[in-house]
DNA sequence: CATCGGACCTGTTAGC
DNA sequence: TGCTAACAGGTCCGAT
């Protein structure tokens, strides 16, 4: 489910009533998520202040003075605000109980999500090595195209690479590569500087995008106050193979690229 | 270092 | 209708 801005989206929807708030507890219904949740992070952080929520990459960062808890939400996790009375559900594993009497819930069916540690002034280690944010400073066509020199793996692969940028996941790596007329099965070394500068363009314009529709809902993605996203409709490729290009009306067709299905126009793309 | 395949886990759906 | 297999938005890890 979730990349860039379904966590970003998440993000926003948590965070004004995280930040600032008083952790009364952890309660840990499952601990066998991605790595199990650490057995002392309940005490980390009872009767600590959550100062802000952040994201990096597809990281949720709760900062508190002594450390942050990374939160990851995998294929299938997601996070709302709730009343405390809210009966508890299949694959509820965790529940953040804050002093405004609601608390944040972790559901993730498939537990390919994480709770960790990071204690202040560190930083973990999946968290290191992470390449620039799509939607920051860093981050443009120029940066792909030198990255790229010598690749011979897909550029949708390369695309999807969090350590040469972070956030683009399946989805939107089809989406930007359509828009941009990429091929997704072509080397990443031999996509010209122009064309990574095209595409370096769509991914931020997508993700941003994106972001203001709230996300894409494909299965059980939904926002912390229950809503879904709305940008599924506008997807041009993901998810229609065999339909009509929007474009020049030819059969989509889908290949397996890194054991992904990658949905693309041959038309179109090259 | 780049690349590939397997692994983690459960729910939904396509196909027989 | 019912069973089975394939597949699903992520990404780490180990082998090559």
Not at 70 to 96: E, F, K, N, Q, Y
Not at 127 to 151: C, N, S
Not at 201 to 229: E, K, M, N, Q, Y
Not at 230 to 247: I, K
């Amino acid at each position: 489910m979730p990349e860039l801005p379904e966590v970003e989206t998440t993000r926003r929807g948590i965070a004004p009533h995280v930040a600032g708030r008083t952790v009364r507890e952890l309660v840990v219904r499952q601990r066998a998520l991605r790595w199990p949740v650490p057995k002392a992070l309940a005490e980390r952080l009872r009767g600590q202040r959550i100062e802000s929520v952040e994201r990096r990459a597809k990281y949720l960062l709760l900062h508190a003075a002594p450390g942050a808890v990374i939160v990851h939400l995998g294929m299938s996790g997601s996070l709302r605000v709730l009343a405390p009375d809210v009966p508890v559900r299949a694959h509820d594993h965790v529940d953040l109980v804050l002093d405004s009497g609601k608390l944040l819930r972790f559901n993730d069916p498939r537990r390919f999500g994480c709770w960790l540690w990071q204690p202040a002034g560190s930083t973990h280690a999946l968290l290191r090595g992470l390449g620039p944010e799509p939607l920051g400073d860093t981050f443009d066509g120029d940066h792909l195209w030198q990255r790229a020199r010598g690749r011979k793996g897909p550029v949708k692969n390369f695309l999807m690479d969090q350590k040469i940028v972070v956030g683009v996941g399946n989805i939107y790596a089809a989406e930007a590569l359509f828009r941009a007329g990429i091929a997704p099965g072509r080397a990443a070394g031999r996509v010209s500087r122009d064309r990574y500068v095209a595409l370096a363009g769509h991914v931020r314009a997508i993700l941003a995008h994106a972001i203001t529709r709230g996300g894409t809902t494909l299965r059980d993605f939904i926002s912390p106050d229950g809503s879904p996203g709305y940008f599924e409709q506008e997807l041009a490729v993901y998810g229609r193979e065999g339909e009509a290009c929007r474009a020049c009306g030819g059969d989509l067709r889908s290949v397996r690229i890194g054991a992904r299905a990658s949905v693309y126009c041959p038309r179109c793309q090259r």
